[in-house]
């Protein structure tokens, strides 16, 4: 009977799951002297701009992981490369970030700086509200 009860009073819309990541800034909780955890939304988040930033081959164990964003930098600013470009976090995200579901993507061109602005838009799985990554993706050479 207590497992019956049990299992009636965890049906809520909450999801049991709590998506946690460290920060990578390293602050030090003040309270237990630990590292700062980062939770749901955030996790996700810093997810979806680490998996933006990652190559092939820069993950250990895993050179699946990754994508060519910073080759293709390097070509010409063309309405063609921006379309890649946004077609490429796309494809990256539905493979490798399961928590996102993703809404849209829309790259825009900076031509004085020679770089590309990408803004993400994606739901995280079991929220209601939508989320936006900004990132700015430029070559480093």
Do not use: W
């Amino acid at each position: 009977m207590s497992r019956y009860d049990a299992t009636q009073s965890n049906e809520s819309k909450r999801s049991e799951r709590v998506y946690k990541d460290l920060n990578l800034d390293f602050q030090a909780n003040i309270a237990t002297k630990d590292i700062t955890k980062i939770t749901d939304i955030e996790a996700v988040k810093r997810s979806v701009r680490n998996l933006i930033n990652t190559n092939h081959y820069e993950k250990p164990f895993h050179p699946e992981i990754g994508s060519n964003l910073r080759a293709m930098l390097f070509e010409n600013i063309t309405p063609q490369m921006t379309h890649a470009i946004s077609k490429e976090v796309e494809l990256l995200l539905k493979n490798y970030e399961p928590r996102a579901r993703l809404v849209q993507v829309n790259t825009q061109p900076n031509f004085d700086r020679n770089a590309y602005t990408c803004t993400i838009s994606f739901y995280v799985v079991n929220h209601t509200e939508p989320v936006q990554v900004e990132s700015f993706l430029e070559r480093l050479r």
